[in-house]
């Protein structure tokens, strides 16, 4: 029930050193909580700019990005590989 303002910081904090697409890592763990973090997380594009395949799926890896690149808006993406 926090506001947006106060939510994004609070997940940017949260994320690790490389974001993996893993769905129980954030920033996709907060995809699944509810409607409300979901729509805080795709709204928040620094939560989606650094992305890693570490032990990841081809298949998950590519399904990810999908997501991940139109997330990232226009805020350049690094790829950890």
Do not use: K, M, Y
């Given at each position: 029930?926090l506001?947006f303002e106060i939510?994004?910081p ?7 050193a ?5 769905p129980?890592?954030?920033p996709?763990?907060?995809l699944?909580?509810?409607r409300?973090w979901?729509d ?14 570490k032990?990841?799926?081809?298949r998950?890896f590519a ?5 991940w690149?139109p997330?990232?808006?226009d805020?350049?993406i690094?790829l950890?590989?």
């Open positions: 029930r506001p939510l994004s609070i997940f940017e904090q949260c994320l690790p490389t974001p993996s697409v893993h129980r890592q954030a996709a763990v907060f699944r909580v509810s409300a979901r805080i997380a795709l709204a928040t594009p620094s939560l989606w700019t650094t992305i890693s395949d032990n990841v799926f081809a998950r399904q990810a990005l999908v997501q690149i997330a990232a808006g805020r350049p690094s950890v590989i």
